[in-house]
């Protein structure tokens, strides 16, 4: 079992930035792919960003290529999303996720096997 914990969110003006970390318990995630999804009221969790474990690939939604980092630190257990130039839609919970199995695109959360409880990114304009 892996367990997840996000922190570094809060509530930031437009066109500043954040950085979340995501700090993993029980398991080194060093075999994992780590991604970030995001869920604003009423909509549905969307993905944001991932990281692979073999090559260090990332991947990025389109609304984020460009502003928003994602890295890890194997020895820390720890991956990051790094957020800037924030705008008002950015607003929403963000969630941690860790993918240890094969097969399956890092864009669908359907393919991770855990989950942090989320944290609270509010951008205000």
């Known amino acids: 079992q892996v367990q997840l914990v996000e922190s570094g969110g809060g509530l930031v003006q437009a066109g500043g930035s954040l950085r979340l970390s995501c700090a993993a318990s029980?398991?080194?995630?060093?075999?994992?792919?780590m991604g970030w999804f995001r869920q604003a009221p009423g909509k549905d969790r969307e993905f944001v960003a991932a990281i692979s474990w073999s090559d260090g690939n990332t991947y990025y939604a389109d609304s984020v290529k460009g502003r928003f980092t994602i890295s890890r630190d194997n020895a820390k257990n720890t991956a990051y999303l790094q957020m800037n130039s924030l705008k008002p839609e950015d607003t929403a919970v963000y969630y941690c996720?860790?993918?240890?199995?094969?097969?399956?695109?890092?864009?669908?959360?359907?393919?991770?096997?855990?989950w942090g409880q989320g944290t609270q990114v509010t951008v205000s304009s």
């Open positions: 029980g398991r080194t995630i060093k075999r994992y792919a």
């Open positions: 996720a860790a993918k240890l199995t094969y097969g399956g695109s890092l864009y669908e959360r359907e393919v991770y096997d855990y």
